[in-house]
């Protein structure tokens, strides 16, 4: 079965997804503040990849602090997100970047759009956003991106819930998550292999944001 | 009156007042022609009544009965204005003397009787007051009469003698002369052995003994005296006495009633305040009262602090407008409300909104104003809405008080109005100051001049030390704003964030299935091993796996579980369905209703809570002691 199959077989609704950062702008960084999990993996992929590689921050939200992270690093690096508020804050924080409003699903092999192929893809907090049955083809996509060998960081927030609609900021966001042993199992069967991981619980600056666990992982295309 | 003219005596002249209890007196003995009027209209002091003298022989009665009417009218009016019991004596001695009497002596009964109860324990008078009239350079030479010292001459408590002449007096319930048959006895009995001395109780009549009579008991008793050189008392003077003791006690009884009400009232509503604050993790509390001064001041202010899933708190103030029973009552019902609003954790502006929606059932002339706060210790936030009140101030760590800008809504009782919760950063070491008007408020003082006093205040404190104690830091508070005399009553309650590190924390959304009580047991196991609870695992593990089945079976949507430590590990779990599990015994065959059983058996403390969006059931397990290894208290990041 083709991913091009998989992903016709699929209804897509991100119907409010890219509205409600949108509205949230700059919010979502006060709210969370604190962004060291993130950095430290970013750090990762400073530490493993040559210098000038090129790097795609897959739901880079505002460019901070990975897509400034990645640039500062004198990376090349393409910023993709959905909502387009976002990609505007974006080239405003991360001027050295280029910016894409696309979904990942366009980024699919044999999809509308081609963004060349990456030595590391991050990203953080994005594939949660993603019903459950996306996941797998999202890994693919990834996957694809990648050159072989490439790296791939990500996080997710640690919960057994798909596409399941919570208050997020005065809106409302459909999320999806794994359990860390079938987030583990996820990656892996998207063929990577976990070189690292690193698992906080995280308190969102904002009363209505419960506390949330948060898993880093540090990945290698599985080739 | 129909008594006949007091016999002749020499005149007593008008005597200045400088005895302290005789602070407003005015005018005195003079004759009506001296001083027709007895003082100005607003402050009237009785003259006396017409004492027979030389240069009123010839005069007619009529006038002297006029004379004595007036003097009564004035001082019965003035005894019974009299509000409490020191004020309703102090114009009865203001009235009796110098006008009427050179001195007067009063006892009281103690206790005081309250209400109509018959009271089996034997009477016992106590001396109340004196007053004299300053003594002339001729006076008498009695003890009694002499102007000092004041009190100490007086046997203080008496214990009439259950079948001597005192109480045979104090039962009939008429004044008497000194010199009527069988009084001399219950005279030495009230005042002691100073009585019996020589020349102790003037010549002739000189002396009136009157019992002070309430409905069904003995209120105390009156004693008045004249010097020798004054003219004796008539029987005309034994009614005007008998006048002044009666409304005396009719005095002591209101002002006796009157307190007794005050007493419940206050009464009232401590028992509507809360008897202690709970104290709860991540944030310290302390608090205080204060009635108004006026004793009848019964205020409507009130505070609370409730313990919210996920070990945030409710903080509140309110204040019912007005100061009466109702007020206090009121008050009670709208903290009861607002317990069980937060019971069901709705943000603080729907708090209030529901709480104005309640009020105004209670009936349309309730105001009150009332500031409602959650602090979160673990997202450090605090979350505050307004409706009338007051400004919190939030004391930083450095000293700095800062006003927190809530848009301060219509007050509760008003309706229809649209409250704003607003969030705000909650540093830890900071403490959050909720107070009532009467902190900040006076006669004297606006709101926004006493909240500035206060942030002063709290400048000096913080100079001193670091951190001062929270008890500390209310008297300090009250100490620096509160004057001698108040007209409000001031509620204050204080909380430090202490916060606690994310780390502390697991938090999980589940989707309900068959699975889940599998995972929420794995997902406590990694948890507890990560706080280095592994003597803990066993049970909590059971019991969470108990809980979760529980919701599961009723939840639609995504069930939470959340684990915190602290000094005891506490573990909820909120699922969607508003249906509260109740514990029963489980019954042979029955597949639920066993695990609430296991929890009660297992836990330390647990509950179930029902929510606006479903409920929660959570218990708590003391954390050993002395755990094997110290876990890291820093956040990991």
């Known amino acids: ?223 | 009156m129909t008594e006949h003219p007091t016999p002749q005596g020499p005149r007593v002249t008008r005597t200045p007042q400088p005895t302290p209890s005789h602070g407003r007196r005015a005018g005195g003995m003079g004759s009506q022609s001296q001083d027709p009027v007895p003082d100005s209209p607003q402050d009237p002091v009785p003259d006396g009544p017409p004492e027979r003298g030389p240069d009123r022989g010839g005069e007619q009665t009529d006038p002297l009965q006029t004379d004595r009417l007036q003097y009564l009218d004035v001082a019965t009016r003035r005894i019974a204005r009299g509000m409490d019991l020191d004020e309703t004596l102090r114009e009865l001695r203001r009235a009796a003397v110098p006008a009427f009497a050179d001195a007067i002596i009063v006892h009281l009964h103690d206790p005081l009787p309250v209400g109509d109860e018959k009271s089996a324990a034997p009477v016992v008078l106590q001396l109340h007051s004196v007053s004299r009239k300053p003594q002339a350079p001729q006076a008498s030479p009695s003890p009694l009469l002499k102007t000092h010292p004041l009190h100490s001459d007086i046997a203080e408590r008496v214990r009439p003698d259950a079948a001597g002449r005192l109480s045979k007096l104090l039962l009939a319930g008429r004044p008497a002369f000194g010199d009527a048959p069988g009084i001399a006895p219950a005279v030495a009995e009230l005042l002691g052995p100073l009585a019996s001395a020589p020349e102790a109780i003037p010549p002739g009549r000189r002396l009136i003994i009157a019992p002070l009579h309430g409905r069904r008991h003995v209120m105390g008793t009156v004693v008045l005296l004249r010097r020798s050189d004054r003219t004796p008392f008539t029987r005309d003077d034994l009614l005007v006495a008998s006048q002044l003791a009666t409304h005396t006690a009719i005095g002591v009884q209101k002002a006796v009633m009157y307190g007794h009400e005050a007493s419940v009232a206050d009464t009232l509503q401590h028992t509507m305040l809360p008897s202690s604050l709970p104290e709860p993790t991540g944030i310290r509390l302390a608090s205080r009262y204060l009635p108004a001064s006026k004793t009848a001041q019964v205020g409507g202010d009130w505070y609370d602090a409730i313990p919210l899933p996920g070990s945030r708190v409710a903080l509140i103030v309110g204040d019912v407008m007005g100061h009466s029973m109702t007020s206090a009552a009121i008050m009670g019902q709208l903290r009861t409300i607002v317990q069980t609003l937060a019971g069901l954790d709705l943000p603080p502006d729907e708090v209030l909104h529901h709480l104005d929606e309640q009020a105004q059932r209670l009936g349309s002339d309730h105001i009150a104003t009332c500031l409602y706060a959650i602090y979160d210790p673990i997202s450090h936030r605090l979350l505050i809405a307004n409706a009338g009140h007051p400004p919190a101030v939030l004391l930083h760590a450095d000293g700095h008080g800062e006003v927190l800008r809530v848009p301060p809504a219509a007050p509760i009782g008003v309706g229809g109005v649209d409250f704003e919760s607003v969030e705000m950063h909650a540093p830890t070491g900071a403490t959050l100051l909720l107070y009532t008007d009467g902190l900040v408020e006076s006669r004297e003082t606006d709101v926004g001049t006493g909240v500035e006093a206060l942030r002063t205040s709290l400048r000096t404190v913080a100079d001193g030390h670091s951190a001062p104690s929270l008890e500390l830091l209310c008297d300090h508070i009250l100490g620096a704003m509160v004057p001698g005399s108040r007209d409000d009553d001031i509620a204050l309650l204080t909380a430090r964030f202490e916060g606690f590190p994310p780390d502390s924390v697991g938090y999980w959304h589940l989707d309900p299935h068959p699975l889940t009580a599998g995972q929420a047991r794995r997902l406590t196991r990694r948890a507890l091993r990560r706080w280095d609870l592994e003597s803990m695992l066993d049970s909590t593990e059971l019991m969470v796996s108990e809980v979760v089945t529980n919701a599961v079976r009723f939840a639609s949507r995504p069930i939470a579980l959340r684990l915190l430590r602290t000094d005891v590990l506490r573990c909820e779990v909120t699922d969607d369905s508003s249906q509260v599990p109740r514990m029963r015994q489980a019954q042979p065959g029955d597949e639920g209703g066993r695990g609430l059983f296991l929890v009660d058996q297992l836990a330390q403390r647990w509950g179930a809570t029902r929510l606006s969006t479903g409920k929660v059931v959570w218990f708590e397990q003391q954390i050993p002691k002395k755990p094997p290894k110290e876990p890291s208290k820093e956040p990991k990041k």
């Open chain 1, 1 to 223: 079965m083709s991913d091009e199959a998989d992903y016709q077989s699929i209804r897509f609704d991100r119907s409010g997804q890219a509205e409600a950062f949108d509205a949230i702008g700059d919010r979502y960084d006060e709210a969370f503040p604190h962004k060291e999990g993130q950095l430290s993996a970013g750090e990762w992929l400073i530490d493993s990849l040559p210098a000038g590689s090129r790097v795609l921050d897959l739901g880079c939200g505002t460019g901070v602090p990975t897509t400034r992270q990645m640039t500062d690093a004198g990376f090349e690096v393409v910023g993709v997100d959905l909502s387009r508020r976002m990609v505007q804050l974006a080239r405003g924080y991360v001027p050295a970047a280029t910016f894409h409003q696309l979904d990942i699903a366009d980024l699919r092999p044999g999809g509308p759009h081609d963004l060349g192929r990456f030595d590391a893809v991050a990203a953080f907090f994005s594939l949660l956003m993603l019903p459950r049955v996306e996941i797998p083809l999202a890994l693919r996509t990834v996957r694809h991106l990648l050159v072989p060998g490439g790296l791939f960081v990500l996080s997710m927030v640690e919960a057994d819930v798909d596409n399941y609609a919570i208050p997020f900021l005065g809106n409302t966001i459909r999320v999806s998550g794994y359990l860390l042993e079938d987030l583990h199992k996820v990656i892996e069967a998207g063929g990577f292999e976990i070189v690292k991981e690193a698992a906080y619980t995280y308190a969102p600056a904002i009363a209505d944001v419960p506390p949330e666990e948060q898993v880093f992982l540090c990945c290698r295309r599985h080739d």
